[in-house]
């Protein structure tokens, strides 16, 4: 494990330290959210995609929608002719899969895989209709079971044909999207969510045991009953929106123990278990309406922790656990999602939990997402790594940072870590300055730019200083930084004056800044020591990777 590379001086140590040795898991590119299928037909969405996947590593991504009217794959009728005459229904339906090919034949030729969501319910299909979003999303359970079987059986079977067992054995097959959320994501109770998993996962091993399925994709962790009974009692929430320290509570998964049990009764398979970590709540009001809830800096990792002894002490103690949805607040319209602050947040979350989930998958890749229709501007709070014009965010810096990380732990560092990577040897890291000030506070959703940029000036400078040693002599690293002055392009819009339309001059003077980190180079000695010595401002990000050895004179 500590064998030199070639040309160094001996064994790598930091601080004086020998390599930690431990395998680093890059759950933050495993997978990556997108909002629903018929988006990914966009030349923007595509483009940001093949960036991400370029750039970031993405692997796999994960989006609503795939059985929604707009992909146009359970036909109960012909389509009519327009306006010559209506539609003729046809005696059984038929699957057509025109629409998803050309989404998943591009996903699968940027070399990334899908994270299947099965999901949501055709009109045809529905008991009730347009129950979500703009676009009118049915979330229901099924009028007919079987045909929802086979539905799911009849879409597995096609891609097998088209990409081979092979590459679909790598996929992960998700039954449905936070069940819990009624009449939102589902307007059925909890066992018909179940019922509904125990059809599709009895219709996807009958084609073949080796696929992966999972379930049941609820969102947050609660400390109350709310989630208890069939349906939500919001009123069980109340005590939660008074409690003076609502971190002091006791969070737990929603549905998850229960999914677990109910499986395990019907002997069905978990392959996987998935929830989503939002670190919010929304308890309810004694007058009805909702108290908006930002729990503590470490709440994912603590409901992460949590979540990881359940499934090791039920009887799918192999399940693979995938947080299929994560940000720092459920809201796509939350001003700090583009801000610096949301980018040290996720860098110092990332590292903190990549031992506890096979993939926690950021909400989402792109700004290109339409829940509640199009930003209301180029920077509105959206989701997204990018922009709606693919301008790069703090958060894109930041994940581009924590790809260049090796697979090997050279050293848990106070404020990041330092990796090898094992194939190549080459040395790299992430630090980061969540500032201390904080008090454990976590990065709150705000509703106004103003609001969120408000964090600036918390908490002075942090002078970071490690000795890296058995390097190769004059190795070189470039050293690129994050901070409020460079690669901040939300603060450089509000120095526009936040126009709403951005110009063409303004969209380059705006993809310049977006771009322009702080650069240096360190250069390792002739003994192969490597001393890093930054004086870090609050909430920047800094990647460090090492480039190659001195060239020869």
Known sequence: ?????????????????????????????????????NEALRADWQAHFQEAVDLLGARYVRFHGLYHDDMFVYRGDDGGGGGFGPPTPLVDPVHTFSYVDKVFDFILSTGARPF?????????????TETLFWWKAHCSPPNDMSRWADLVSATVRHWIERYGIDEV????????????????????????????????????????ERLLVGGPSTSVFVPDARYAGETEDRTASIATGEAADPDALDWRPVWIEEFIAWCAERDLPVDFVTAHLYPTDYAA????????????????YDDLTLLRSIIASSPYPDAEVHIT??????????????????????????????????????????????????????????????????????????????????DEVLADLPHGVLT???????????????????????????????????????????????????????????????????????????????????TLPQTAELRAAADDLLRRTLTASDD?????????????????????????S
């Not at 009001?285 to 994912?300: F, H, L, N, Q």
């Open 116 to 128: 299947v969501e099965l999901g949501f319910m055709p009109r045809a299909l529905a008991t009730q």
């Open 325 to 406: 949805e994560w940000s720092t607040s459920p809201s796509s319209r939350d001003r700090s999602h583009d801000t610096l602050f949301a980018a040290t947040y996720i860098t110092r979350a990332y590292l903190r939990c990549a031992e506890l989930a096979d993939s926690i998958s950021y909400w989402t890749f792109t700004d290109v997402f339409e829940e509640g229709g199009a930003g209301l501007g180029p920077f509105h709070g959206g989701f997204g790594l990018v922009n709606e014009q693919g301008l790069h965010k703090p958060t894109f810096h930041a994940f581009a940072m924590l790809g260049q990380l090796g």
């Open 1 to 37: 494990m500590d064998a030199a590379p070639r040309g160094s001086t001996g064994p790598l140590t930091v601080d004086g330290s020998p390599s930690v040795g431990r395998t680093l898991h890059h759950v933050w590119n495993e997978c990556v959210g997108a909002g629903r299928a």
């Open 420 to 502: 090898r990577d094992s194939a190549t040897g080459r040395v790299a890291g992430v630090l980061h300055h969540y500032p201390d000030e904080m008090g454990g506070r976590s990065v709150r959703s705000q509703h106004t730019y103003a609001a969120a940029r408000g964090l600036a000036g918390i908490g002075p400078n942090r002078r970071v200083r490690h000795t890296v040693a058995g390097l190769p002599a004059g190795a070189t690293f470039d050293v690129a930084q994050l901070d409020w002055e460079h690669g901040n392009v939300a603060e450089a819009w509000h120095a526009m004056g936040e126009p709403i339309n951005l």
């Open 285 to 300: 009001t004694p007058s009805g309406g909702a108290k908006e809830i930002s729990r503590y800096v470490d709440a994912t």
């Open 528 to 552: 192969g020591v490597l001393e890093i010595d930054l004086d870090l401002p609050p909430w920047a990000v800094v990647g460090i990777v090492q480039t190659g050895p001195r060239p020869a």
């Open 169 to 208: 054995l790598q996929w992960r097959f998700e039954v449905w999207n936070e069940p819990n959320l009624v009449p939102m994501f589902w307007t059925g109770t909890r066992t018909q969510y179940f019922e509904l998993y125990e059809a599709s996962v009895r219709a996807i091993k009958a084609i073949d």
